[in-house]
Every structure is written in structure tokens, then in C-alpha cells.
């Protein structure tokens, strides 16, 4: 929710957040679209979308030390 706030209506961002996905989908290499996508999913609370994305970055990036991390905590695999 709280990115939809900055936007003027839920429609608008939805165009946006569409938009993001259409982008990352015809540029596969563009990890910094996919892991700005995956940030707007965990907002959304699309964790396993969020996850596939990070994944993917994680891939992309192998020196990203963020993404790999995130991937863990999404998983569950993170000790206590």
C-alpha cells in the first residue's frame, strides 16, 4: 500500500506496475528492472513472485550479494 499512495489513483500505478512487468519481460537481462519489480511485489505481498524475480537477479548479478539474501529470508531459510 504504501507505494500506491504516492500515486493518483490505484489504476494509475497498476499501468505503471504493468508497465515495469512488460519492460522486464522483453528485457530479460535488465536485473535492475526484475529486482525493482520484485521490490513492488513484496509491497504488494507477491512474496513467491518476489522470489522468481530475485531469483533471476541472482543470476544476472552473481556479485549481488542483496538478492541472494533475500532469496533465503523469502524462503525460509534464514535461522531465527
Same mark, same amino acid.
Given at each position: 500500500?504504501?507505494l500506491?499512495t ?7 500505478y497498476?499501468?505503471? /506496475?504493468? @508497465? ?8 530479460? &537481462?535488465? #536485473?535492475? *528492472?526484475?529486482? /525493482?519489480? @520484485? ?8 512474496? &513467491?513472485e #518476489?522470489? *522468481?524475480e530475485?531469483?533471476?537477479?541472482s543470476k ?6 542483496l ?10 531459510d534464514?535461522?531465527p
Amino acid at each position: 500500500d504504501t507505494l500506491k499512495t504516492l500515486y493518483p489513483n490505484e489504476e494509475t500505478y497498476t499501468q505503471q /506496475l504493468r @508497465a515495469l512487468e512488460e519492460f522486464s519481460n522483453t528485457h530479460a &537481462d535488465a #536485473a535492475d *528492472a526484475r529486482f /525493482l519489480l @520484485a521490490y513492488h511485489y513484496l509491497t504488494l505481498g507477491y512474496t &513467491d513472485e #518476489a522470489k *522468481a524475480e530475485l531469483e533471476v537477479v541472482s543470476k544476472l548479478q552473481p556479485k549481488d550479494e542483496l538478492s541472494p539474501q533475500l532469496v533465503k529470508l523469502l524462503s525460509g531459510d534464514v535461522p531465527p
